[in-house]
C-alpha cells in the first residue's frame, strides 16, 4: 500500500480560472462559476484583453472567488500576449498540455469533436482536476538566451540548405570537381572561387603554370597535390561542354550562394559572442552555475544549454528536469506484456538538440563519455540508443554539478556517492 499526502491548498481552489482557447485574432473564453459560468469571445489585443480580465475580475468577485487564473493552451506565439498582461495585473497564469486538450475532448463531451467553443471547457475540466504545468516568469537572460538559441538553430538549418545547393552548383559548373565538400569553404576554395569563379575553363585558359602561381599567392600554404588534383580534374571537365551564357548564371548563382554562407557565419558567430556574455552576466547572478570546463563543456553551450532549461533552482529534482527536457521514459505494459520503452520527447525539442550536440565530442573512445557509450554499444545497444543514454547521463551530472556549486570533477562523474566519498 502506498499513501500520497494531497495538497489541500491550491491556488486554483480559491481563483476564478479563465479558460482561453488562443487564435490569431480571437480568444475564446470559458469561465466556470459556482452558480453560473461564463462563456465569452474577444479580440486578441491588448486594449481588449486588459478591459476584458477587469470585468472577469467583477464576476469573479460575485461568485465568491478571490483574483483569477489564466489558463492557456499554448501556440507558438499568440498565447503569450494574454499570460504577459495577466502577469502585470497579478493574476495567476497556467498552461494546459495541448495533447491533453486534445485527449481529454472524448471525456468532456462524449464525442472527438473539435471547435473553439469547446476547448476552453475542456481547458477547465483539465484546470478542476489540477492537470496544470506551471507558467515560468524567466529573467531576462534566459529570455534572450531562448531567442539566441531558435536564430541560431534556425541559421544552422539554413546553411545545411544553402551548402547543398553549393555542392549541386558546383557539380553543374565543375563536374569534376576532385575535392571533399568542405573544400570549397577553407581559404584554397575560395581562393578558387574569387580568382576563378570555380569555373574548369577558366582554370584550363589561364594555364597550368598562371594557376599555380596564383593559387599559390593566395593561399602560401596550399599543397602542391591539391593544385595538382584541380588542374587536372580542370582538363577532363572541359570535354563537357555548355554555354558561356550558361556558366555565366551559374557562376553568378554560385557567388551569391557563398555570399549566402557568410553572411549566415556572421550571424551565427554573433549569436556566439552574445551568447557567451549572457553566460557570464548570469554566473554573476547565481554562482552556482558551473563555470565551463575544458573537455567538457564550452561557455557556448553551457549559455545555449542553461537558456533552454531556465533557472536550474526551478526543478526540485532530477527526474523533473528530465521530464522538462522530454528525456524521461515512456514505458508500455499492460499484464504480461512488456513493450519497448522510449523516451518521451515530451519536452523542449531544442533543448534535446543542444545536448546532443554538447556530447557528441564527448563520446569518442579517449573523452570524458567514450568508455560509457562504447561499453553500451559493445553490449549490444543501439547507437542512436546510447546516445539518448548519454544525455540522460550528462543532464544528471550537469544537475549534480550545479547542486554542489563546486567545481568539476570527472572522478565524480561515474562514482557514486558513498564510495566517492569513501575514497575522500
Given amino acids: 500500500m502506498k499513501l500520497t499526502k ?30 453560473m459560468d461564463l462563456e465569452d ?7 481588449v484583453i486588459c478591459k476584458k480580465l477587469k470585468e472577469y475580475e467583477v464576476f469573479a468577485k460575485e461568485q465568491g472567488f478571490q483574483g483569477l487564473s489564466i489558463l492557456v493552451e499554448p501556440t507558438n506565439t499568440y498565447h503569450q500576449k494574454i499570460l504577459r498582461i495577466a502577469h502585470q495585473m497579478n493574476h495567476h497564469t497556467g498552461i494546459v498540455n495541448t495533447e491533453s486538450v486534445s485527449k481529454m475532448k472524448v471525456v468532456e463531451s462524449n464525442d472527438s469533436g473539435k471547435t473553439d467553443i469547446k476547448d476552453p471547457r475542456i481547458i477547465a475540466l483539465l484546470g478542476k482536476m489540477r492537470k496544470v ?41 565543375f563536374c569534376d570537381y576532385p575535392m571533399g565538400k568542405d573544400f570549397i569553404y577553407s581559404n584554397s576554395g575560395r581562393a ?41 580534374a580542370a582538363n577532363q571537365s572541359v570535354y563537357h561542354q555548355t554555354g558561356q551564357e550558361l556558366q555565366s548564371i551559374q557562376e553568378d548563382q554560385l557567388d551569391r550562394l557563398m555570399g549566402r554562407i557568410h553572411e549566415q557565419e556572421s550571424t551565427r558567430s554573433m549569436v556566439e559572442d552574445k551568447v557567451v556574455e549572457l553566460y557570464r552576466r548570469l554566473r554573476l547572478k547565481d554562482p552556482s552555475i558551473p563555470k565551463a570546463e575544458s573537455g567538457v563543456i564550452t561557455e557556448f ?27 524521461n521514459l515512456r514505458e508500455r505494459q499492460s499484464g504480461t506484456y512488456r513493450g519497448t520503452t522510449r523516451i518521451s520527447k515530451k519536452g523542449r525539442v531544442l533543448a534535446r538538440l543542444i545536448l546532443s550536440r554538447i556530447i557528441f565530442p564527448l563520446i569518442k573512445k579517449e573523452n570524458l563519455f567514450g568508455k560509457y557509450y562504447h561499453g553500451k554499444k559493445d553490449n549490444g545497444m543501439p547507437g542512436k540508443k546510447a546516445m539518448v543514454a548519454v544525455e540522460r547521463k550528462f543532464l544528471k551530472m550537469f544537475y ?12 565524480r562523474v561515474f562514482t557514486c556517492t558513498s564510495q566517492y566519498y569513501k575514497v575522500a
Fill in 301 to 327: 553551450w553551457m549559455g545555449s544549454l542553461l537558456g533552454e532549461i531556465g533557472p536550474i533552482n526551478d526543478f526540485s529534482s532530477f527526474k523533473k528536469l528530465l521530464r522538462y527536457v522530454g528525456l
Fill in 400 to 411: 549534480g554539478w550545479y547542486k554542489s556549486g563546486k567545481s568539476f570533477d570527472k572522478h
Fill in 6 to 35: 494531497v495538497n489541500t491548498h491550491d491556488q486554483l481552489d480559491n481563483t476564478l480560472l479563465v479558460c482561453v482557447d488562443v487564435s490569431k485574432n480571437k480568444l475564446n473564453v470559458f469561465c466556470p462559476g459556482k452558480t
Fill in 133 to 173: 504545468l506551471k507558467h515560468r516568469i524567466l529573467d531576462q537572460e534566459y529570455q534572450s538566451l531562448r531567442e539566441l538559441n531558435q536564430i541560431y538553430d534556425d541559421e544552422t538549418k539554413a546553411m545545411i540548405i544553402t551548402k547543398n545547393h553549393v555542392s549541386n552548383m558546383l557539380a553543374k559548373l
Fill in 41 to 47: 469571445e474577444i479580440g486578441n489585443r491588448t486594449n
Fill in 192 to 232: 578558387l572561387i574569387k580568382l576563378y569563379k570555380a569555373n574548369p575553363n577558366r582554370i584550363v585558359r589561364s594555364g597550368n603554370k598562371l594557376f599555380s602561381k596564383r593559387m599559390r599567392q593566395a593561399v602560401p600554404r596550399i599543397r602542391k597535390s591539391t593544385i595538382e588534383k584541380l588542374w587536372s
